[in-house]
């Protein structure tokens, strides 16, 4: 398999960022290894005291809701998961998400709405492409590490939807898009869909 980079610009994306390259390889580690994934999480359930997780590299820490119920949660459905094909870079959906970056980016906004009321499947649409298409968003995580754990951890999500769309089978191309973001100081986007054109 080509690496993911010279592979999307291959494919006619946007060059991808460190951290971009970096959301989508482990994004794709998780759903082809998810037991292996799910031993990476039982090393971070190590860090928590309480509902504070003192992981390396955050020294601050970072308060949860839940705690490592929601990691204790995540695993059980890792070790249950079947391991899915990755999931391949798509120029369409990687601009769709660096416009909803661009947009909420500088005004500290968050949400899948953008500031005109446009929703993901808008977005992708704008971009001459369908509305069968799932988005899923990050706040403050620095790292592809921080951002996939936080999307399947799902800490405070009751259902999980970040998580699902994750590990959604018929979801097999994503664009990821992130930047900077005036209050959480990062932001990831990463819009997924069946068709590298969110076409159904």
């Not at 031993?39 to 308060?63: C, H």
Request: charged share 25%.
């Amino acid at each position: 398999m080509l690496p993911i980079l010279p592979l999307m610009l291959a494919l006619g994306a946007p060059a991808q960022s460190g951290l971009e390259a970096a959301v989508l390889a482990e994004i794709n580690f998780a759903r082809t290894r998810p037991r292996a994934y799910a031993e990476r999480l039982r090393d971070y359930r190590k860090y928590f005291k309480g509902k504070i997780v003192w992981y390396p590299g955050n020294p601050d820490g970072l308060r949860t809701s839940e705690g490592t119920r929601a990691v204790d949660e995540a695993i059980r459905f890792l070790e249950r998961q079947a391991p899915l094909p990755p999931i391949a870079p798509a120029a369409l959906l990687a601009r769709a998400a660096r416009d909803h970056v661009q947009d909420q980016g500088p005004s500290g906004a968050t949400g899948h709405y953008s500031p005109d009321g446009g929703n993901p499947r808008t977005r992708v649409q704008r971009r001459g492409g369908g509305d069968y298409v799932a988005e899923v968003i990050t706040y403050g995580p620095p790292s592809g590490v921080e951002v996939v754990r936080q999307l399947i951890v799902d800490d405070a999500v009751p259902g999980r939807g970040h998580r699902k769309t994750l590990f959604a089978a018929e979801m097999v191309y994503a664009g990821v898009a992130c930047g900077p973001h005036r209050d959480y100081r990062v932001m990831c986007v990463a819009d997924l869909g069946r068709k590298p054109d969110g076409r159904p």
